[in-house]
């Protein structure tokens, strides 16, 4: 059974560092794209970026290169998603999801980690 | 980047209606259209890949259509599960981008 398991919620304050986590279970890990998706409080799916484990070979979208950097652990099957200086923007939810290899769609999410930058 | 616009943005409608949601692209994305369904407090779910594919275990009131710049997610009879807000993704050029979503609600 495919598994994609986050890590739980961070409160944290602006100009904090912050690295979350998916870890996926399940599946050939390297085989498949994994990517990242914002949801800000009462808003819309924001895609971030994706990574292919087996090379670390990273896309970016424009409204987040050099906001967040996204890597992968292929020896421990974990994609990481993280922050150098965190912005009371960042405040949302974030989903790791799988990207299916035949037509690129997310389909398996994990189960979200909220992010609340406060000071 | 590819814009994706979704029509309507909310959508009252009853238990047994047929509901259409729409979404265009600013340019084109051949086949290469997603739908997703994801209800308050829960993450998204796949419905539909490569604009008229039925993700697995998914129910068969659900269809999708289209190409190109134009497509549409068909609900045949609503159920009162499938009150919830509703995304297209293109998946032809990266960043692969998502619609606004429209939110059905119970009328």
């Known amino acids: 059974e495919v598994q994609l398991v986050q890590s739980g919620a961070e409160v944290e304050k602006p100009g904090e560092s912050l690295k979350i986590s998916c870890r996926a279970s399940g599946y050939s890990f390297t085989s498949h794209w994994i990517g990242w998706v914002r949801q800000m409080p009462g808003k819309g799916l924001e895609w971030m970026g994706i990574?292919?484990?087996?090379?670390?070979?990273?896309r970016y979208s424009p409204s987040f290169q050099g906001q967040v950097t996204i890597s992968a652990d292929k020896s421990i099957s974990t994609a990481y998603l993280q922050w150098s200086s965190l912005k009371a923007s960042d405040t949302a939810m974030y989903y790791c999801a799988r990207q299916n290899s035949g037509y690129s769609a997310f389909d398996y999410w994990g189960q979200g980690t909220l992010v609340t930058v406060s000071s | 980047d590819i814009q994706m616009t979704q029509s309507p943005s909310s959508l009252s409608a009853s238990v047994g209606d047929r509901v259409t949601i729409t979404c265009r692209a600013s340019q084109s994305t051949r086949s290469y259209l997603n739908w997703y369904q994801q209800k308050p407090g829960k993450g998204p779910k796949l419905l539909i890949y490569?604009?008229?594919s039925l993700q697995s275990g998914v129910p068969s009131r659900f269809s999708g259509s289209g190409f190109g710049t134009d497509f549409a997610l068909t609900i045949s009879s609503l159920q009162p599960e499938d009150f919830a807000t509703y995304y297209c993704q293109q998946t032809y050029s990266t960043p692969y981008t998502f619609g606004q979503g429209t939110n059905l609600e119970i009328k």
């Open positions: 990574i292919y484990p087996g090379d670390s070979d990273t």
């Open positions: 490569l604009a008229s």
